[in-house]
């Protein structure tokens, strides 16, 4: 899981030191905040499989960022998503020890929540060593 973490953190970094997504003052979560109002970004979920080799121990992610967003209308969500995907795509691939391979965008999602809220999902993959 250790993988897994710097991940995340590099991810939460990136999106957090943004120019583009600070002007638009959305805040980025963990996981999705009991009492937030929206709209805000979390990251989650992250599956992880062991895609090792010979001499090399490596790790495959499928992890989401996610919009909540209770504004009318899906195109300011669809906006924001875009910038998100920006961002993620253009990461560092070197970064406290974890070196990132093959990142893409999966899949991408907008919908209405049965509570009325949208739901924004992008779901990436990448690929992850650990250099100690």
Do not use: C
């Not at 980025?28 to 010979?54: A, E, N």
């Not at 001499?55 to 919009?67: A, S, Y």
């Amino acid at each position: 899981m250790r993988n897994s973490l710097e991940l995340q953190r590099v991810v939460a970094g990136a999106l957090t030191g943004d120019g583009a997504l600070q002007a638009l003052r959305i805040p980025i979560f963990d996981g999705p905040p009991v009492d937030s109002r929206g709209p805000y970004l979390s990251i989650g979920g992250d599956i992880v499989s062991s895609r090792g080799w010979q001499g090399g121990d490596g790790r495959e992610h499928r992890f989401t960022v996610n919009l909540w967003d209770s504004r009318e209308g899906v195109a300011a969500a669809k906006a924001v998503l875009g910038e998100v995907e920006r961002v993620v795509l253009s990461m560092p691939r070197q970064a406290a020890g974890l070196r990132l391979i093959g990142l893409r965008l999966l899949q991408a999602s907008v919908r209405r929540t049965q509570r009325g809220w949208i739901l924004g999902q992008l779901e990436f993959r990448v690929l992850s060593v650990m250099e100690d």
